[in-house]
Protein backbone atom coordinates (compact mmCIF):
# COMPACT_ATOMS: atom_id res chain seq x y z
CA UNK A 1 0.00 0.00 0.00
CA UNK A 2 1.92 3.58 -1.57
CA UNK A 3 1.48 6.57 0.98
CA UNK A 4 0.53 8.39 -2.26
CA UNK A 5 -1.92 6.99 -4.40
CA UNK A 6 -2.54 6.90 -7.71
CA UNK A 7 -4.94 5.34 -10.02
CA UNK A 8 -3.09 1.79 -11.63
CA UNK A 9 -4.11 2.80 -15.14
CA UNK A 10 -5.18 5.42 -17.31
CA UNK A 11 -5.81 5.64 -21.42
CA UNK A 12 -6.37 8.17 -24.34
CA UNK A 13 -6.35 8.76 -27.61
CA UNK A 14 -3.49 10.70 -29.96
CA UNK A 15 -4.38 14.39 -29.55
CA UNK A 16 -6.52 13.94 -26.20
CA UNK A 17 -5.62 15.27 -23.10
CA UNK A 18 -5.19 13.34 -19.96
CA UNK A 19 -4.89 14.39 -16.32
CA UNK A 20 -3.15 11.77 -13.59
CA UNK A 21 -3.63 12.65 -10.43
CA UNK A 22 -1.87 11.66 -6.79
CA UNK A 23 -3.38 11.69 -3.28
CA UNK A 24 -1.55 12.35 -0.32
CA UNK A 25 -1.68 13.91 3.28
CA UNK A 26 -0.42 16.88 5.25
CA UNK A 27 2.41 15.25 5.48
CA UNK A 28 3.86 14.61 2.40
CA UNK A 29 2.49 16.93 -0.42
CA UNK A 30 0.41 19.00 2.11
CA UNK A 31 4.23 20.40 3.26
CA UNK A 32 6.50 19.97 0.68
CA UNK A 33 6.88 19.78 -3.37
CA UNK A 34 6.19 17.34 -5.54
CA UNK A 35 7.87 15.56 -8.29
CA UNK A 36 6.95 13.44 -11.27
CA UNK A 37 8.14 10.66 -13.37
CA UNK A 38 7.82 9.12 -16.56
CA UNK A 39 9.56 5.45 -16.83
CA UNK A 40 9.25 3.28 -20.18
CA UNK A 41 9.47 -0.42 -18.96
CA UNK A 42 12.87 -1.67 -18.75
CA UNK A 43 14.29 1.37 -18.31
CA UNK A 44 15.38 3.99 -15.73
CA UNK A 45 12.52 6.79 -14.36
CA UNK A 46 13.26 10.00 -15.73
CA UNK A 47 12.29 13.62 -14.19
CA UNK A 48 9.36 14.90 -15.58
CA UNK A 49 7.93 17.93 -13.35
CA UNK A 50 9.54 19.00 -10.33
CA UNK A 51 8.61 21.61 -7.33
CA UNK A 52 4.70 21.06 -8.34
CA UNK A 53 5.06 22.34 -11.54
CA UNK A 54 8.27 23.23 -13.18
CA UNK A 55 9.82 21.02 -15.99
CA UNK A 56 13.38 19.85 -17.00
CA UNK A 57 15.20 21.50 -19.66
CA UNK A 58 13.86 19.37 -22.55
CA UNK A 59 10.38 18.23 -21.53
CA UNK A 60 7.72 19.75 -23.34
CA UNK A 61 5.19 22.17 -22.55
CA UNK A 62 2.32 19.90 -23.25
CA UNK A 63 3.23 18.48 -19.62
CA UNK A 64 2.06 20.21 -16.63
CA UNK A 65 1.81 19.57 -13.29
CA UNK A 66 0.11 21.01 -10.26
CA UNK A 67 -1.14 21.02 -6.65
CA UNK A 68 -4.25 21.43 -4.32
CA UNK A 69 -4.17 20.86 -0.61
CA UNK A 70 -3.12 17.31 0.15
CA UNK A 71 -3.21 16.19 -4.16
CA UNK A 72 -1.16 16.55 -7.53
CA UNK A 73 -2.17 16.48 -11.04
CA UNK A 74 -0.17 15.50 -13.93
CA UNK A 75 -1.49 16.90 -17.33
CA UNK A 76 -0.55 15.57 -20.60
CA UNK A 77 -2.32 17.66 -23.69
CA UNK A 78 -1.82 16.41 -27.27
CA UNK A 79 -1.23 12.94 -26.44
CA UNK A 80 1.21 10.63 -28.47
CA UNK A 81 2.44 7.62 -28.81
CA UNK A 82 5.69 8.39 -26.71
CA UNK A 83 3.62 9.36 -23.95
CA UNK A 84 2.74 5.61 -23.30
CA UNK A 85 4.71 4.79 -20.06
CA UNK A 86 4.22 4.50 -16.14
CA UNK A 87 4.10 7.65 -14.08
CA UNK A 88 4.70 8.14 -10.10
CA UNK A 89 4.56 11.08 -7.97
CA UNK A 90 6.62 11.30 -5.13
CA UNK A 91 7.46 13.65 -2.09
CA UNK A 92 9.29 13.78 1.28
CA UNK A 93 6.88 12.55 4.24
CA UNK A 94 7.53 14.71 7.36
CA UNK A 95 5.48 11.76 10.02
CA UNK A 96 7.47 8.51 7.82
CA UNK A 97 11.15 10.53 7.60
CA UNK A 98 11.34 9.08 3.99
CA UNK A 99 10.86 10.13 0.45
CA UNK A 100 7.37 8.10 -0.83
CA UNK A 101 6.32 7.52 -4.14
CA UNK A 102 2.78 6.85 -5.72
CA UNK A 103 2.00 3.43 -6.54
CA UNK A 104 2.49 4.68 -10.38
CA UNK A 105 -0.18 4.96 -13.29
CA UNK A 106 0.28 2.98 -16.52
CA UNK A 107 -0.80 4.84 -19.58
CA UNK A 108 -2.17 3.64 -22.51
CA UNK A 109 -2.24 5.51 -25.71
CA UNK A 110 -5.17 4.22 -27.53
CA UNK B 1 28.10 14.21 -19.38
CA UNK B 2 26.38 13.96 -15.97
CA UNK B 3 25.90 10.11 -15.00
CA UNK B 4 25.37 7.72 -12.44
CA UNK B 5 26.48 4.40 -13.04
CA UNK B 6 25.55 1.53 -10.63
CA UNK B 7 27.35 -1.95 -10.27
CA UNK B 8 28.03 -5.05 -7.95
CA UNK B 9 24.27 -6.76 -8.24
CA UNK B 10 23.66 -10.67 -8.31
CA UNK B 11 22.49 -13.61 -6.92
CA UNK B 12 23.02 -14.35 -3.43
CA UNK B 13 21.34 -16.36 -0.66
CA UNK B 14 18.81 -15.14 1.68
CA UNK B 15 20.79 -14.08 4.78
CA UNK B 16 23.93 -13.10 2.85
CA UNK B 17 25.10 -9.52 2.52
CA UNK B 18 26.36 -7.69 -0.84
CA UNK B 19 27.60 -4.45 -1.63
CA UNK B 20 26.69 -2.06 -4.52
CA UNK B 21 28.38 1.07 -6.05
CA UNK B 22 27.52 3.53 -8.12
CA UNK B 23 30.11 5.62 -9.75
CA UNK B 24 29.27 9.14 -10.53
CA UNK B 25 31.02 11.42 -12.94
CA UNK B 26 30.59 14.83 -14.90
CA UNK B 27 29.21 16.92 -11.81
CA UNK B 28 30.16 17.79 -8.52
CA UNK B 29 29.65 14.82 -6.52
CA UNK B 30 30.54 16.49 -3.08
CA UNK B 31 27.71 19.07 -3.53
CA UNK B 32 24.67 16.52 -3.61
CA UNK B 33 22.51 14.14 -1.80
CA UNK B 34 22.37 10.55 -3.24
CA UNK B 35 19.99 8.02 -3.23
CA UNK B 36 18.84 4.71 -3.68
CA UNK B 37 15.15 3.37 -4.92
CA UNK B 38 14.47 0.16 -5.90
CA UNK B 39 11.97 -1.60 -7.95
CA UNK B 40 10.89 -5.33 -7.52
CA UNK B 41 9.81 -7.07 -10.58
CA UNK B 42 6.47 -5.89 -11.98
CA UNK B 43 6.11 -3.34 -9.44
CA UNK B 44 6.60 0.08 -8.53
CA UNK B 45 9.34 1.97 -7.31
CA UNK B 46 10.55 2.10 -3.72
CA UNK B 47 12.72 4.60 -1.87
CA UNK B 48 15.32 2.58 0.07
CA UNK B 49 17.81 4.99 1.50
CA UNK B 50 19.47 8.73 0.91
CA UNK B 51 22.67 9.95 2.30
CA UNK B 52 23.40 13.58 2.44
CA UNK B 53 25.95 15.28 0.47
CA UNK B 54 28.24 15.06 3.22
CA UNK B 55 27.59 11.58 4.73
CA UNK B 56 26.88 13.35 7.81
CA UNK B 57 23.18 12.08 8.14
CA UNK B 58 21.45 9.34 6.46
CA UNK B 59 17.79 8.23 6.05
CA UNK B 60 16.45 5.10 5.55
CA UNK B 61 12.99 2.76 4.72
CA UNK B 62 11.74 1.18 7.91
CA UNK B 63 11.73 -2.27 5.28
CA UNK B 64 15.60 -1.77 5.37
CA UNK B 65 15.89 -0.19 8.67
CA UNK B 66 18.77 -2.12 10.33
CA UNK B 67 19.72 -4.33 7.39
CA UNK B 68 21.22 -1.72 4.94
CA UNK B 69 23.98 1.53 5.40
CA UNK B 70 24.13 3.60 3.17
CA UNK B 71 28.04 5.03 2.70
CA UNK B 72 29.49 7.28 0.33
CA UNK B 73 33.17 8.71 -0.25
CA UNK B 74 33.17 12.00 -1.87
CA UNK B 75 37.06 11.54 -3.26
CA UNK B 76 35.79 8.74 -5.45
CA UNK B 77 32.88 10.04 -6.37
CA UNK B 78 31.13 6.88 -5.52
CA UNK B 79 27.82 5.99 -2.74
CA UNK B 80 27.28 2.51 -2.16
CA UNK B 81 24.38 0.70 -0.12
CA UNK B 82 25.84 -2.08 2.23
CA UNK B 83 22.92 -4.40 2.16
CA UNK B 84 22.68 -6.94 5.43
CA UNK B 85 20.41 -9.82 6.12
CA UNK B 86 19.16 -10.15 2.75
CA UNK B 87 15.53 -11.80 2.14
CA UNK B 88 13.80 -12.94 -0.56
CA UNK B 89 11.74 -10.12 -0.64
CA UNK B 90 14.57 -7.69 -1.57
CA UNK B 91 15.15 -9.01 -5.26
CA UNK B 92 14.99 -5.66 -7.30
CA UNK B 93 16.69 -3.43 -9.87
CA UNK B 94 18.20 -0.95 -7.55
CA UNK B 95 18.46 2.40 -8.49
CA UNK B 96 21.20 5.40 -7.35
CA UNK B 97 19.39 8.65 -8.52
CA UNK B 98 21.52 12.31 -7.56
CA UNK B 99 19.44 15.06 -5.29
CA UNK B 100 20.45 18.79 -6.24
CA UNK B 101 20.75 20.87 -3.69
CA UNK B 102 17.68 22.91 -1.97
CA UNK B 103 16.12 20.53 -4.68
CA UNK B 104 12.73 19.60 -2.89
CA UNK B 105 13.47 16.29 -3.19
CA UNK B 106 13.46 16.33 -6.94
CA UNK B 107 16.10 13.01 -8.45
CA UNK B 108 17.53 14.49 -11.46
CA UNK B 109 20.03 11.91 -12.67
CA UNK B 110 19.19 8.11 -12.82
CA UNK B 111 21.58 5.47 -13.05
CA UNK B 112 20.08 2.59 -15.27
CA UNK B 113 20.39 -0.16 -12.19
CA UNK B 114 21.98 -3.51 -11.20
CA UNK B 115 19.71 -6.10 -10.43
CA UNK B 116 20.07 -7.52 -7.00
CA UNK B 117 18.49 -11.36 -6.75
CA UNK B 118 17.77 -13.12 -3.55
CA UNK B 119 17.27 -17.08 -4.08
CA UNK B 120 18.22 -20.00 -2.58
Known amino acids: QSVLTQAPSASGTPGQRVTISCSGS????????VNWYRQVPGTAPKLLIY???RRPSGVPDRLSGSTSGTSASLAISGLQSEDEADYYC???????????FGGGTKLTVL | QEQVVESGGGVVQPGMSLRISCAAS????????MHWVRQAPGKGLEWVAF????????NYADSVKGRFTISRDNSKNTVYLHMNTLRVDDTAVYYC?????????????WGQGTLVAVSS
Open chain 2, 97 to 109: ARDPPNSGWRLDC
Open chain 2, 26 to 33: GFTFSTHA
Open chain 2, 51 to 58: IWHDGSNA
Open chain 1, 26 to 33: SSNIGRYP
Open chain 1, 51 to 53: SNN
Open chain 1, 90 to 100: SAWDDRLRALV
